[in-house]
């Protein structure tokens, strides 16, 4: 667990990042997406991602970043920069710029539990022809399987950003935060958050810029450094992006006040039970039922928060939105495991 020590001058600045990084997002992905039960959270670039390794470039790309960066856990914080926004090649020239000493400490901490390989020696050390090797396997990866999806990344943020900023301004800082994930917490003036690395950090004084993306694994990540913004990186559910042709299908299969409120969770992702009443337009008492009935049949999961109770869609919620295409099979338990969401309430 990290637990971030937050002043008046940290909790003053807190913000969401002005868009997407394309290189840090591609990294998280290409990490992400090599977990099967965890890419079913996301099938349409899990799908993506083998169609792209069907050509030479960018298997040979995906193999270069599987070889030098961990399958799973903390990335060395240099690949995923906080400058860099504007496109992909900014957000290399970033990583270039990295000091060698700080190279050679993160890429070692990274390889804590990984075999020692020539490649991966020479990465460490900061070679300049492995960090060009590098940069251009990202560069192939990014343009192969997110570019194509990359609008609808950016509208999922958009998204996302829309629904916890009218979260913080109708319900304040504390609301914000415990609505982000179930594996980040406030408990006044730490922030807890349950990501690869355990520790106690003070702030920076710089505030705390949020980004929410599908991509960014099971666990929330956290970028700290002297002199910025902390940056919190947590996982969202992938928003669905259309109904399904036969959108009264759902309806009668669910009920179409039970359909209303599955279709609420994934457009806003998490709320309370209170909240989902108010947006779905029913009693209380109601959104507690259809919450109930949806979480028995592993549509939606549960956790509480004090004494209210949040709801989010589970990877099978996903998929019976999305249609026939995006089939979880016997995967669906696990994916919703390794995606952190909380354990289903009795």
Do not use: K
């Not at 009935?293 to 209210?308: C, D, K, Y």
């Not at 295409?325 to 909380?342: F, R, Y």
């Amino acid at each position: 667990m990290l637990r971030l020590q937050l002043g008046s001058a940290d909790l003053c600045r807190v913000r969401f990042a002005d868009r997407l990084h394309p290189v840090g997002i591609a990294l998280l992905a290409g990490q992400w997406l090599r977990d099967p039960t965890v890419a079913a959270m996301a099938p349409t670039l899990a799908e993506r991602v083998a169609a792209a390794e069907g050509t030479a470039a960018a298997q040979a790309a995906t193999a270069v970043l599987r070889h030098l960066l961990p399958d799973r856990g903390r990335l060395p914080d240099f690949v995923t920069p906080f400058d860099g926004l504007e496109s992909v090649e900014a957000g290399l020239e970033a990583i270039r710029a990295t000091p060698a000493r700080r190279v050679r400490a993160e890429v070692t901490l990274a390889y804590s539990d990984t075999s020692v390989s020539p490649l991966r020696r020479r990465f460490a050390a900061a070679d300049p022809e492995v960090l060009d090797l590098f940069g251009g396997a990202v560069r192939t990866w990014f343009d192969a399987v997110l570019e194509p999806h990359w609008a609808e990344l950016v509208s999922a943020y958009r998204q996302q950003v829309a629904s916890a900023s009218q979260r913080l301004a109708q319900h304040g800082l504390a609301s914000l935060f415990a609505g982000l994930h179930p594996s980040i917490r406030w408990r006044e003036p730490v922030l807890e958050v349950r990501t690869w690395w355990d520790g106690d950090l003070p702030g920076t004084g710089h505030g705390i810029i949020l980004l929410p993306s599908p991509l960014a694994g099971p666990r929330p990540r956290v970028l700290v450094e002297q002199g910025y913004p902390i940056l919190l990186v947590y996982p969202v559910v992938m928003p669905v992006r259309e109904a399904p042709a036969d959108d009264g299908a759902l309806g009668r299969l669910l009920g179409v006040t039970r359909a209303l409120v599955l279709r609420r969770l994934a457009t806003d992702g998490g709320l309370t039970t209170t909240v989902l009443s108010r947006a779905v337009g029913i009693s209380l008492s109601s959104a507690s039922e259809h919450a109930r009935a949806l979480r028995t049949a592993g549509l939606v999961t549960s956790e509480r928060e004090g004494g209210a109770v949040r709801h989010h869609l589970t990877s099978l919620g996903v998929a019976l939105l999305r249609g026939p295409s995006s089939d979880l099979g016997e995967s669906w338990p696990t994916a919703n495991q390794a995606a952190g969401w909380p354990p289903v309430l009795p």
